[in-house]
């Protein structure tokens, strides 16, 4: 199993970024697919999820600035942060919702005010 998160990066409050997770290993057409982030010195927490039907759910931390998308065909998950915020500044990774699998490489967010 690989899920590998990649698109972060350094970027002004109010801008956006666009994450994307490759991931192999599972049956991915069947699975309901996850963001989450880990903050530093706290623990790490779902910030949306994409199911495999197509239904989506954001925690509140998101405040309808994130969108979580999917391409069944490319075994892929997305997540387009919008209007970033110094508090968004985490490590971002992919797994299934619940997460069954070994964390993967996350993405770096840093966001400066």
């Known amino acids: 199993v690989q899920l590998q998160a990649f698109g972060g990066g350094l970027v002004q409050a109010g801008e956006s970024l666009r994450l994307s997770c490759a991931a192999s290993?599972?049956?991915?057409?069947?699975?309901?697919m996850g963001w989450y982030r880990q903050r530093p010195g706290r623990q790490r927490e779902l910030v949306a999820s994409n199911s495999a039907g197509g239904l989506k759910n954001y925690r509140d931390l998101t405040g309808g600035r994130f969108t979580i998308s999917r391409d069944n065909r490319k075994n892929m998950v997305y997540l387009q942060m919008n209007s970033l915020k110094v508090e968004d500044a985490a490590m971002y990774y992919c797994?299934?919702?619940?997460?069954?699998?070994?964390w993967g490489q996350g993405t770096v967010v840093t966001v400066s005010s």
């Open positions: 290993g599972i049956n991915f057409n069947y699975e309901t």
């Open positions: 797994n299934t919702y619940p997460a069954k699998f070994d």
